[in-house]
T-cell receptor
């Protein structure tokens, strides 16, 4: 069964605005990862946060992890048209197998 | 580096036919994975391999078989295709936690 659940399912924002999406999961994890999927393409790894980390940054991406609430958030700042994609969280329970959520579809309007 | 490649890109099968999907990676990764992605859902793990000559079942293995005779290749077989196996299939490989995905194979079973 899928471990992660993203919220919202879909998000539409204006170029330049920030986009925030959340992920909740059920069991203890070793790390949580976020991936991006452009339409008709494979997934691309964005960022990994370990269970002992609370926040991580990579360029315009900011990820937080709250293990007590079993939740994570992904913030994309100053969004661009190229950020239009589906975003998936994936949890790793320490066996290098990932469990993916259903994803958040982000549309950035020009 | 080609990364992870998948062949074919698209295939139409009739119910009961068989086929093999090929995944190849040139990154010398130990771990390889096969996922399926259905509309509105995240990726679900079909089978995976932790090294040459090894395979293991994932979340949805029924109706599929796999082989990892060479480290760089991971084959997914459908012995008798069913309409329920209509999906987009993704292969991935990893050295550690981060997975690298291929472009996908769209399979339609009529």
């Amino acid at each position: 069964s899928q471990q992660g659940e993203e919220d919202p399912q879909a998000l539409s924002i204006q170029e330049g605005e920030n986009a925030t999406m959340n992920c909740s999961y059920k069991t203890s994890i070793n790390n949580l990862q976020w991936y991006r999927q452009n339409s008709g393409r494979g997934l691309v790894h964005l960022i990994l946060i370990r269970s002992n980390e609370r926040e991580k940054h990579s360029g315009r991406l900011r990820v937080t992890l709250d293990t007590s609430k079993k939740s994570s958030s992904l913030l994309i700042t100053a969004s661009r048209a190229a950020d239009t994609a589906s975003y998936f969280c994936a949890t790793d329970e320490n066996d290098y197998k990932l469990s993916f959520g259903a994803g958040t579809t982000v549309t950035v309007r020009a | 580096n080609a990364g992870v490649t998948q062949t074919p890109k698209f295939r139409v099968l009739k119910t009961g036919q068989s086929m093999t999907l090929l995944c190849a990676q040139d990154m010398n990764h130990e771990y390889m994975y096969w996922y399926r992605q259905d509309p509105g859902m995240g990726l679900r793990l079909i089978h995976y391999s932790v090294g040459e000559g090894t395979t293991a079942k994932g979340e949805v293995p029924d109706g599929y078989n796999v082989s990892r005779l060479k480290k760089q290749n991971f084959l997914l077989g459908l012995e008798s295709a069913a309409p329920s196996q209509t999906s987009v299939y993704f292969c991935a490989s990893s050295k550690l936690e981060t997975q690298y995905f291929g472009p996908g194979t769209r399979l339609l079973v009529l």
